[in-house]
């Protein structure tokens, strides 16, 4: 894993949704310049404390991006490729790294090849490039592979060596136009064998690329072993965050950090409380005094934490499983962040300062988390790595409660106060609904 990793804190845009493209591509409408709109917003993002910028997609597609068309070409919706250049060089002017979608499971059904295979039929050299079923009969369309279920998303077929040769050539040509790394989309859909021959070509162009899979279920660490990839997405401990929480059944979050500590042994996971395809935090919490809680894990659990934009500020959104269901969830945001509403800007204050908090303790990043005390509604953590450590406690009860923290000195960030600062029966008195993390003695 590149080295540069382990102080990144991703801020995560949906560009198509945060620049108010229109829902489907024109192809007759010329380029619409809006990824300037998104410069307007790197100094918040910088001021947050992101060190990187993740995007979702931004190559042309039909709809929504995932339905690649062209992925040397930026989507007409958002600019062209001047306009990417200028993104990426405004961005490294404020120290922000870019991290790009890679969709290379499927593509749309307008991409060339598979309108070539289609036109020239089951022997041409296209057809070779996908999964199809040719049917009997005169102008029948053959069936062909999809991404679950969805008939507009072509599935590739990994098995031949012209898919891993365009991938790497995607890949490449736009580290080499500046990017830092990929989330691949969909990683978990395609085979760990191709994977395992696009990577090691791909970095050995560029070793420092960050790569990133998405993968929902499965044995993650073995994933990334036979991959080559340097992290997968944490689903697992995304879930049991705000179950946990609404549940107010913190077992289930020691269970699922038990497992984390795991991965890290592995690897560094990227962790999320939010992301493109999910219900918004803020919406998913049962209480939103809980709120605070889900960050304070985030912030200092162990892996690349990444913070989807609008969060921060307390977005609101439903995923539905429907036609236009990620609507919700993928907002237009206003030409300049002055034009958000006032009533986010505490809850802003908040990640900047979580945030603050681990730039200044970077050991976190491959930090353990050892259960010093559990109950329904009452945890506290110990987070240790490279001969440090601090200590989160947790309160999620209509009470007040006086946790056990060993060494306790002094709040760094949330709420409550220590008793017996440094003290082996030290502990930390917490509010209703409180959270602190802690620094110890020594």
Not at 155 to 164: D, G, Q, S, Y
């Amino acid at each position: 894993m590149p080295g540069w990793i382990e102080t990144a804190l991703w801020w995560h845009v949906y560009p198509l949704g945060f620049v108010g493209a229109e829902p489907a591509l024109d192809p007759a409408q010329p380029p619409a310049h809006r990824l300037r709109r998104l410069e307007a917003w790197l100094d918040y993002a910088a001021d947050l404390g992101a060190t990187g910028l993740m995007l979702g997609p931004v190559f042309a597609a039909s709809t929504h991006g995932y339905d690649t068309i062209d992925p040397f070409r930026i989507d007409p919706r958002l600019g062209d490729e001047a306009d990417f250049d200028r993104l990426v060089a405004a961005a490294k002017a404020r120290g922000l790294c870019i991290l790009l979608d890679g969709v290379f499971n499927h593509v749309g059904r307008d991409f060339p090849a598979f309108r070539q295979a289609l036109a020239e039929g089951e022997g041409s050299a296209a057809a070779r490039w996908f999964r199809l079923h040719w049917k009997r009969g005169p102008g029948a369309e053959p069936d062909y592979a999809c991404f679950e279920g969805h008939r507009q998303l072509v599935t590739l077929n990994h098995a031949v060596p012209e898919v891993a040769e365009h991938v790497v050539r995607v890949m490449t040509h736009w580290l080499g136009r500046g990017i830092d790394g990929w989330r691949l989309d969909a990683a978990y859909a395609v085979p760990p064998t191709f994977w395992a021959r696009v990577l090691p070509r791909v970095r050995a162009a560029f070793p420092e690329a960050y790569i990133v899979g998405e993968v929902i279920h499965g044995d993650y660490g073995a994933i990334v072993a036979e991959t080559g990839m340097d992290a997968v997405t944490q689903y697992e401990l995304w879930k049991a965050i705000w179950s946990a929480l609404n549940d107010r059944n913190l077992f289930e979050l020691a269970h699922a950090l038990d497992r984390h500590n795991g991965f890290l042994d592995r690897f560094v996971p990227l962790t999320f409380v939010g992301n493109h395809d999910v219900t918004r935090i803020a919406s998913r919490l049962a209480d939103r005094r809980h709120l605070p809680h889900a960050l304070a894990v985030l912030f200092t659990v162990g892996g690349t934490p990444a913070l989807y934009a609008g969060d921060e500020q307390g977005f609101q959104g439903i995923k539905e499983e429907r036609a236009g269901g990620d609507d919700a969830i993928r907002p237009e945001f206003p030409p300049l962040p002055d034009g958000l509403p006032p009533d986010g800007w505490p809850l802003h204050r908040l990640h900047r300062d979580l945030a603050a908090l681990r730039r200044a303790h970077p050991w976190l990043h491959r930090a353990r988390a050892r259960t010093a005390h559990l109950a329904n509604r009452q945890m506290v953590l110990v987070l240790e790595g490279d001969g440090q450590d601090l200590v989160l406690a947790l309160n999620l009860d209509d009470a007040p409660a006086a946790l056990p923290a060993p060494q306790a000195i002094s709040v760094e960030a949330g709420d409550g106060q220590v008793i017996d600062p440094g003290a082996a029966g030290a502990r930390a008195l917490l509010p209703p609904h409180g959270w602190a993390i802690l620094s110890r003695a020594g």
